[in-house]
């Protein structure tokens, strides 16, 4: 078949962030995957709640509330670092500067990894004690390997700019994975209210 | 979302039409970016979605014959009674690897398999949104169907159905590896699934070609999309589930166990969220397929584009609302078993709005009845016959009756193999030109079809009977005096005519390779820009990217292709288009060939596989994929040298 050329793409930009970016709609498919998942981890918590006559179970004490709350609090302190982070990628601030706010972010990641080993003991119960002990490590443990795998994304790209320059690709990675980070602390908030407050309701 | 900076492309006014010369070297600059590397490490190492695709779709083809051998010898075995050529132990892991490989290992990824090959060139763009992770997907695919087939033939095969219910399949009835092997193939396939529909998703998004805005997206890649979309909200439900089941097997953890405050139902629950809608998943894909069959041998433009897209959505949220009309002889509450009567039998409706669509598409256009569109002929009738026993068994009391019957088991595999694995056959012989540039031959597709219409019936009709007389699904063997011999022995004589028709299919795709008709560009004067260019398609797909007028682009333009100059030749350059019309946005280089996505497929397998055996299993995996993952982003050669170069600058 001939063709005919009827338009002329050549002057188009090579980067473009947000929603623009196919990378952008990648990172969303994988947070509804993850969401689809917490929900149904939420539902299974609520489910098996349906067959206990208390809750927590008898002999289990509700989960404490003064740590897993700093934690919350670091968690969601730690967006600051990582929109900093996204808004300097974007409006072409210096590597540098790039740096440090993933550093920051990493920093308060890392902090949120080891309070999150010691929230484990807040509950009071191991996952074999009963499904309650089950579902509530799996939840925790869930979201840490969430957490985890950004503080590593984080690490690898702070490493990346010690090495190379920052140039616009990398830049729309940057302000892409601070869309994940936003996922990992926003879906943490109504799992720690189920899990911290809804045993506390009658 | 959009800047005011988007829109750049300029439209360039009578140009006259690109000269011979001048294609010549562009596809020679093309190909020398968009190829793979020669010989086994472009194996290891390919991100070109047609041949990660093709592989797919030759992998998912094996599985198929392999799940069939299954089935053989599950007939042998009840073509009478008292028969004892295989044993209760091995039976059970026939029938369970045969219901897992045909779900997990065959329909699924074949079904997104075919969207990995044609949602690219249907839109009209060089390569999927992120090829690399593609080639990941493949390999862990390919992982998962070796475990579960490995296991099986070292006879510690699952052996407790394809869905595992508990407590059979829990620590205390199922000891030893059966069950781990068949929830970490879950694991495998589920990944794979969902990277695959991700792939999807964005493709069919951002890199539509030029003006096709959402209303001109054709209905193949509508039906990838949605399947994409039910793949996201549903496999998360089932890898939730199997963890929960290999946790408690491994780890003590108590979900399923009732006297720790854990609950059987949950399994089932969780397991058929996923398990309903992946019916549709399967399904689904299958009507865009004989859409665009009978588009094409209709000779018109599909009859309400529009309500066939609405329809499909339709029946993609609605399938999610199904999922406890297969637990209604659990105690779940009657006013509940209402609701999903209702919503089961709501789903017969935008069925109906396509089946119609169809029929009206076909009775105003000037049909011609090739091989393909006999598929999709046979695909109505058993379709429909499959659907007329789900209205039946959407009603409560009826299922009572026969739950867990061969009467289910005929009307599953009607639905199934009518629904998905005749459209399935109708597209091989459709595309086989595109894929291979030969034709598949003519007579030998009429043999391969009558003989597995025929054959099907003869096997799955008696299946109906069976059920109502109460013979039980997986039963090795039944005693004289329950009166089933007959039937049975008529269902086991149809199987050697559907082995039969496939062996037909095999050699009719062996000698077409070499022998079959040359295909051309068109060999079917279809209307979709898969159809633009060259059979098998070359490396790049398209050498320039075509610009879209209407929803049948190819039957508008007859003698001229509009395109798009402008891209690079230098580099993997594709064209980002915006969401809702598909206007040029930006231009984005894409990742080449690497060997760290298959390194990161190596850690995740090793981790799964681990876990198996041991928790640590988990942090294994976790180590090895972060160095995989690493060093999949870590610039290497090309990209190294420009950044470099870039620094310098």
Redesign the interface.
């Known amino acids: ?16 962030f ?6 952008w ?2 990172t969303i ?2 947070c ?3 969401g ?2 917490f929900g ?2 939420m539902a ?1 918590y609520l ?2 709640r349906l ?2 006559r208390a809750w927590p ?1 008898l002999r289990t004490p509700d989960p404490d509330l003064l740590l897993p709350t700093i934690n919350l609090v670091v968690m969601l302190v730690s967006v600051a670092p990582m929109v900093w982070a996204d808004l300097l990628a974007r409006r072409g601030g210096s590597k540098g500067a790039v740096r440090f706010a993933l550093i920051l972010a990493t920093v308060l990641g890392l902090a949120a990894l080891v309070l999150r080993w010691f929230e484990f003991d807040a509950f009071h119960v191991r ?9 509530v ?2 939840i925790l443990g869930l979201h840490t ?1 969430e957490i ?1 795998a950004s503080v ?1 994304e984080d690490v ?1 790209f702070v490493a ?1 700019t010690f090495r ?2 920052l ?1 616009e ?1 990398h830049r729309v990675d940057v302000s892409t994975s601070a869309v994940f980070w936003y996922f990992v602390v926003g879906i943490w908030v109504p799992l720690y209210l189920m899990l911290y407050f809804t045993p506390r309701l009658v | ?2 800047d005011g ?2 829109v ?5 006014a009578a ?1 006259p ?2 000269d011979e010369r001048q294609l010549a070297t562009r596809h020679e600059a093309l190909d020398e970016q968009w190829r793979d590397r020669p010989g086994f490490i472009g194996w290891l190492t390919s991100v070109d979605h047609k041949s990660i695709a093709l592989r797919y779709i030759v992998t998912a083809f094996i599985f198929f014959l392999l799940a069939g051998i299954n089935a053989g010898i599950m007939r042998l075995q009840l073509a009478r009674p008292d028969n004892h050529i295989v044993g209760p132990d091995l039976y059970n892991q026939l029938f369970t690897v045969h219901g897992s490989t045909m779900m997990f290992l065959f329909a699924v990824p074949i079904m997104t398999a075919m969207g990995l090959y044609f949602v690219p060139l249907m839109v009209g763009t060089r390569n999927v ?2 090829p690399r ?1 593609n080639n990941f997907g493949y390999y862990t695919y390919l992982t998962g169907g070796l475990l579960l087939w490995i296991g099986f033939l070292l006879n510690i095969g699952p052996d407790t159905g394809w869905f595992s219910y508990v407590p059979l399949a829990g620590p205390e009835f199922s000891p030893g590896k059966r069950v781990d092997i068949w929830a970490q193939m879950i694991t495998f396939t589920e990944i794979a699934a ?1 990277v695959t ?2 792939e999807i ?2 493709t069919a ?3 539509r070609a ?1 003006g096709m805005s959402l209303g001109r997206v054709p209905l193949f890649v509508w039906a990838e999309v949605i399947t994409a979309f039910m793949i ?2 549903a ?3 089932v ?2 589930d199997s ?2 089941l290999a ?2 097997r491994l ?5 399923f ?2 006297a ?4 059987v139902l ?1 399994h089932q ?2 397991f058929w ?1 996923f398990g309903h809608p992946e019916v549709y998943i399967i399904f689904i894909p299958a009507l865009g397929m004989v859409s665009s069959i009978v588009e094409t041998f209709a000779r018109r433009p599909i009859f309400g584009h529009t309500a066939m897209v609405l329809s499909m959505i339709a029946t993609g949220f609605v399938a999610f609302g199904l999922w406890v009309h297969h637990m209604f002889a659990t105690s779940i509450p009657q006013l509940g078993e209402s609701f999903f009567t209702a919503a089961s039998v709501m789903i017969a409706i935008p069925s109906g709005v396509q089946i119609f669509c169809w029929i009206a598409t076909l009775w105003s256009g000037r049909p011609r009845l090739r091989v393909p569109l006999l598929w999709v002929i046979g695909f109505v009738i058993l379709f429909v016959i499959g659907g007329l026993t789900g209205v039946m068994i959407a009603s409560v009391p009826f299922d009572l009756q026969v739950h867990d019957t061969y009467f289910i088991v005929a009307h599953f595999h009607y639905v199934l193999i009518g629904g998905a694995v005749f459209p399935l056959f109708g597209a091989f012989y459709y595309w086989y030109p595109k894929l291979t540039g030969r034709m598949l031959g003519e007579t030998l597709g009429q043999w391969n079809f009558w003989l597995f219409f025929i054959g099907f019936n003869i096997t799955f009709f008696p299946m109906h009977l069976l059920g109502l007389e109460g013979m039980p699904r997986r039963v090795y063997t039944y005693p004289a005096g329950m009166g089933w011999g007959g039937l049975n022995l008529l269902a086991s004589l149809g199987a050697p005519l559907i082995i039969a028709s496939v062996a037909v299919f095999l050699v009719n795709v062996w000698r077409s390779r070499r022998h079959g008709a040359v295909a051309g ?1 068109n060999p079917w004067d279809a209307p979709t820009l898969e159809w ?1 260019t060259s059979s098998p398609p070359a490396s790049y797909g398209f ?2 990217i075509p ?1 879209v007028h209407g929803r049948t682009p190819l039957w508008e333009t007859r ?9 690079r030749t230098d580099c993997r350059e594709v ?2 288009t ?2 809702m019309d598909a206007e ?6 894409q990742a080449g060939p690497s060997v760290w996505p298959f390194m990161l497929a190596l850690a995740a397998a090793a981790g799964i596989i681990a876990s198996i055996f041991s928790p640590w299993g988990t942090p294994l995996g ?1 180590v090895l994929a ?1 160095i995989a ?2 060093g999949w ?3 290497k050669g090309r990209e ?1 040298r420009e ?2 170069a ?2 310098r600058t």
């Open positions: 078949m001939r063709i005919r050329a009827v338009l002329d793409v050549h002057d188009l930009p090579e980067h473009a947000g929603s623009r970016a196919p990378i709609w990648g498919g994988l509804l995957i993850e689809t998942m149904l981890a299974t489910y098996l067959d206990s179970p996952w074999d004690t009963n499904a309650y002990g089950s579902i490590w799996l390997a985890l590593l690898v990346y190379y320059p140039d690709k | 979302m959009r900076s988007a750049r492309a300029t439209t360039v140009e039409a690109v949104a992120f992770l969902m529909a991700v998703i964005v998004f951002k890199q030029p996201i909200f496999m998360p439900a890898m939730l963890s929960y946790i408690d780890v003590g953890t108590h979900f166990n009732p720790e405050g854990g609950d949950l629950h969780l969220f560009e633009a050498a320039h610009v003698d001229e292709l509009p395109v798009i100059t402008g891209l064209l980002v915006d969401v040029p946005d930006h231009r984005y280089g976790v972060t993952l690493a982003f870590w610039p190294r950044l470099a870039g620094e």
